[in-house]
């Protein structure tokens, strides 16, 4: 009796453990939705605006809106040009900090798919006080076929 019961509870751990939806607990409640990693790339060499105001809205769909709040930061290194955009065939996700006078970075973590949104994952990271202030900016660039979906900023 003692091996049917433990064979029992053993069959339903790995029924319990071989569930391939991933579950995310949000504001205590469980979601089952599944996620895809999107794939994307970083954008480099661009900096924010000094007369424009951050964006609330993390999404650029157009060039023009882009042009509008980023600027081009060439560089003599072997990696200077900035990062190439084709918004005909992309769009970028932008994060944008206030000035500040401490080391700032954004990294992006990860892009999942999760239905009709698509989840930024990113960490911020805060170094010493500087001598001069920066104004922080991640920027991401993803495929246009994501670009109909709500994207929700998540901050490690």
């Known amino acids: 009796m003692k091996k049917i019961l433990f064979t029992c509870a053993m069959l339903l751990a790995i029924v319990a453990c071989s569930n391939s939806a ?30 424009q105001v951050i964006p609330e809205n993390p ?42 006078d401490f080391a700032t970075e954004i990294n992006p973590v990860k892009v999942e798919d999760k239905g009709e949104s698509l989840r930024y994952t990113y960490e911020v990271r805060t170094g010493e006080k500087q001598t001069f202030s920066i104004q922080p900016v991640s920027i991401i660039i993803l495929d246009k076929k994501y670009e109909g979906k709500e994207i929700v900023l998540i901050n490690e």
């Open 59 to 100: 999404k650029i769909v157009t060039e023009e809106e882009f042009n509008k709040l980023f600027g081009m930061a060439t560089t003599m290194s072997e990696d200077g040009k900035p990062t190439a955009i084709d918004f005909t065939k992309q769009f970028v996700v932008a994060i944008v900090l206030p000035v500040t």
């Open 22 to 51: 991933t579950t995310v607990v949000e504001n205590n409640e469980e979601s089952t939705e599944l996620a895809f990693e999107v794939p994307f790339e970083v954008a480099k060499n661009y900096f924010f605006k000094n007369n």
